[in-house]
């Protein structure tokens, strides 16, 4: 069995009236329309471009990186080769110049160190004329 309310047909009419208005297409209406695919459509290709240039970048990130690793790793070896050469030994003709130079820096330290005692014991004859004689002195007993 089938029941039936009583309902107010207006409402109704009204809602299958504006159904039919947007079916046939309001004048206004399909323009919007129109415009928002457009929107949509632009906005998608946007979207495709941005992803397709992130993806690019993504690749050129990572190739970077490898570079940057390998460079890293050149530079270690680099490094490493240094340390090496300073830690060889020295052929033995440099040890022998070395030796021989720290010898003349020595020597060179202990000549300096008697010119400047001759400087100052000539300063010291030049201002006196009484130790001059008393030099001449020392010098005429001792022979």
């Given at each position: 069995m089938e029941e039936f309310e009583l309902l107010p047909v207006d409402p109704i009419r009204r809602l299958e009236k504006r159904l039919e208005r947007i079916e046939q297409g309001v004048p206004g209406y399909s323009a919007?329309?129109?415009?928002?695919?457009?929107?949509?459509?632009?906005?998608q290709r946007v979207v495709d471009s941005l992803v397709k240039v992130n993806s690019e970048l993504i690749a050129n990130?990572?190739?970077?990186?490898?570079?940057?690793?390998?460079?890293?790793k050149k530079f270690d070896d680099f490094l490493n080769s240094i340390e090496i050469a300073g830690v060889e030994e020295q052929p033995p003709e440099l040890q022998q110049m070395m030796e021989e130079n720290k010898k003349l820096e020595q020597f060179n330290k202990e000549l300096l160190r008697r010119?400047?005692?001759?400087?100052?014991?000539?300063?010291?004859?030049?201002?006196?004329?009484?130790?001059l004689s008393a030099l001449q002195g020392m010098i005429g007993k001792k022979e």
């Open positions: 919007v329309l129109k415009d928002l695919s457009e929107m949509l459509k632009e906005n990130i990572s190739s970077l990186s490898t570079s940057i690793s390998n460079l890293v010119l400047e005692r001759l400087e100052r014991y000539i300063k010291l004859i030049a201002v006196s004329p009484q130790s």
